[in-house]
């Protein structure tokens, strides 16, 4: 039995272009049109999935910066974030910072961080 399952909860599954990168736009090597589509994909796959598990869920698409966007739609939607560790590594990380580490900072709701394979 899945946690959603057990707690008979809603699961929220929230993709955000992040349109703050410096890959993305008119020099950058992807844009808006091509991360949005990765999003959809990303975004039917997992609504299948919880869906086979006769799971409730919300699919949305943003675009913005990430954690802003992310903490902002847990306020309003949700009482729990899950989020994945995988992201950025090396001095990107540095320079940037982790999009789950502000996330953990900065949500008024508990965040629960899950290791995702590399």
Same mark, same amino acid.
């Given at each position: 039995?899945?946690?959603?399952?057990? @707690?008979?909860?809603?699961?929220?599954?929230?993709?955000?272009?992040?349109?703050?990168?410096?890959?993305?736009?008119?020099?950058?090597?992807?844009?808006?049109? #091509?991360?949005?589509?990765?999003? /959809?994909?990303?975004?039917?796959? @997992?609504?299948?999935?919880?869906?086979?598990?006769?799971?409730?869920?919300?699919?949305?698409?943003?675009?913005?910066?990430?954690?802003?966007?992310?903490?902002?739609?847990?306020?309003? /939607?949700?009482?729990?974030?899950?989020?994945?560790?995988?992201?950025?590594?090396?001095? /990107?990380?540095?320079?940037?910072? #982790?999009?789950? /580490?502000?996330?953990?900072?900065?949500?008024?709701?508990?965040? @629960?961080?899950?290791?995702?394979?590399?």
């Amino acid at each position: 039995m899945s946690q959603a399952e057990a @707690f008979d909860a809603r699961v929220h599954v929230l993709y955000v272009v992040n349109t703050t990168y410096a890959g993305v736009g008119a020099g950058g090597s992807k844009n808006v049109n #091509s991360l949005r589509a990765e999003g /959809e994909e990303v975004i039917e796959e @997992f609504e299948q999935l919880l869906r086979d598990e006769d799971v409730d869920v919300v699919t949305r698409i943003e675009e913005g910066d990430p954690h802003t966007k992310i903490t902002k739609y847990a306020d309003e /939607e949700t009482d729990m974030i899950v989020m994945g560790t995988r992201g950025r590594s090396g001095i /990107e990380k540095y320079l940037l910072g #982790s999009v789950t /580490e502000k996330v953990v900072r900065t949500a008024d709701v508990p965040v @629960f961080t899950v290791r995702t394979p590399e």
